[in-house]
């Protein structure tokens, strides 16, 4: 997690001794990235999954008119962050394994109709890009290693990106989440999926 407050994550990890353990991480600063990946050094983990995000300000600005440190805020956090995880964590996962993050439908150039959001748009289909390379790097042996590559377009889920008037829970929505990730591990390849494992157009 970003921060260093409790959370809802730590009374989680109270009702489960053993089984949950929490690792502090600003996915934009690239020394805790590495200073995360040694500490997890020497072990072997089944899913790298990424769920990292951010939008503008005023999520309708444009492209002419958002500040340049505000889009290169929210490009580190959405695209390079976690690129920067998965590259730096993506060999503690073996095959049969899964690595991914947490994309959105927005991310889709295909069904882009209506234009708005461009820079979370962007933000996510640049994820996307980079998730698909890879993907493709895997070909020769790099990067994923032969894995399940996952980008995630979840729904809009009533989260602190999403806001108040998104139409589904965490509680609703997460679960499908986690068990299709846990059953896309044996689909070695790239995947954009939504919640309920159908293909979302790229």
């Known amino acids: 997690m970003r921060g260093a407050d409790r959370s809802e994550l730590h009374d989680l990890a109270d009702r489960h001794p053993g089984r949950v353990e929490i690792e502090q991480l600003d996915i934009t600063d690239p ?34 008119d958002v500040a340049d440190d505000e889009f290169a805020r929210v490009m580190a956090t959405n695209l390079l962050g976690p690129m920067r995880v998965i590259q730096g964590l993506a060999h503690l ?10 994309s959105s439908g927005q991310g889709s150039i295909a069904n882009n109709e209506n234009g708005r959001g461009e820079i979370y748009r ?6 996307n890009m980079a998730l698909r390379s890879s ?9 994923t290693g032969g894995r399940a590559v996952v980008a995630m377009a979840p729904g809009w889920i009533r989260t602190e990106l999403g ?6 829970t965490i509680e609703e929505a997460i679960p499908k989440v986690s068990d299709l990730l846990l059953a896309t591990r044996a689909t070695p390849g ?4 939504d919640r309920f494992g159908a293909t979302v157009p790229w």
């Open 163 to 168: 806001g108040a008037q998104a139409p589904f």
């Open 135 to 143: 993907a493709a790097r895997d070909a020769g042996g790099r990067a």
């Open 122 to 127: 962007s933000s996510k289909a640049a994820l």
């Open 93 to 102: 996962v073996p095959a049969g394994g899964l690595i991914g993050a947490m």
């Open 31 to 64: 020394a805790q990235i590495a200073a995360l990946a040694t500490r997890l050094a020497g072990r072997t983990l089944d899913i790298v999954f990424v769920n990292a995000g951010t939008t503008t300000h005023d999520p309708q600005v444009l492209m002419a």
């Open 190 to 193: 790239i995947h954009y999926l």
